[in-house]
């Protein structure tokens, strides 16, 4: 138990680093859906991206992260450890939900990129993945 407590604070210090740092490509791999399948538990949501309209056009963090810095650094950070403590521990469920956290930042996101539909939408009051589930993965 105490090695894992080391080892996710290692991880978490070359990721900070990483960031603050700036390494692009290793950041755009870590932000890459191709990263995030390598959990065997997302494998279902990668091959469902692979068929979807933002496949090759947004990373996972595109939409499951929050725009601009300090916000997108200390998302990333925080559920880059939930996610390798909950993998390495095997305490995911077994169907994966979107939390309520998590799915004010993915609306966030689809306003930002599709401002110019929604403003078209006015009186409308539900959550853009009301009506387009299925969109993404």
Same mark, same amino acid.
């Given at each position: *138990?105490?090695?894992?407590?080391?080892? +996710?604070?290692?991880?978490?210090?070359?990721? #900070?680093? *990483? &960031?603050?740092? #700036?390494?692009?490509?290793?950041?755009?791999? &870590?932000?890459?859906?191709? =990263?995030?399948?390598?959990?065997?538990?997302?494998?279902?949501?990668?091959?469902?991206?692979?068929?979807?309209?933002?496949? #090759?056009?947004?990373?996972?963090?595109?939409?499951?992260?929050?725009?601009?810095?300090?916000?997108?650094?200390?998302?990333?950070?925080?559920?880059?450890?939930?996610? =390798?403590?909950? &993998?390495?521990?095997?305490?995911?469920?077994?169907?994966?939900?979107? +939390?309520?956290?998590?799915?004010?930042?993915?609306?966030?996101?689809?306003?930002?990129?599709?401002?110019?539909?929604?403003?078209k939408l006015l009186g409308v009051s539900?959550?853009?993945? &009301?009506?387009?589930?299925?969109?993404?993965?």
């Amino acid at each position: *138990m105490k090695g894992l407590f080391y080892l +996710s604070v290692a991880v978490l210090l070359i990721y #900070g680093l *990483m &960031f603050l740092v #700036g390494l692009k490509p290793v950041h755009a791999y &870590f932000d890459s859906p191709e =990263f995030c399948s390598t959990c065997h538990v997302m494998k279902k949501e990668y091959q469902g991206y692979l068929k979807k309209p933002h496949a #090759g056009k947004v990373s996972c963090g595109g939409c499951h992260l929050p725009a601009g810095f300090p916000r997108y650094g200390i998302e990333k950070t925080y559920s880059g450890i939930r996610d =390798f403590l909950s &993998f390495s521990f095997r305490t995911y469920p077994d169907v994966i939900k979107i +939390s309520s956290r998590s799915q004010k930042i993915v609306e966030e996101n689809c306003l930002r990129c599709h401002q110019g539909v929604t403003e078209k939408l006015l009186g409308v009051s539900q959550r853009c993945t &009301f009506c387009h589930r299925q969109v993404f993965h």
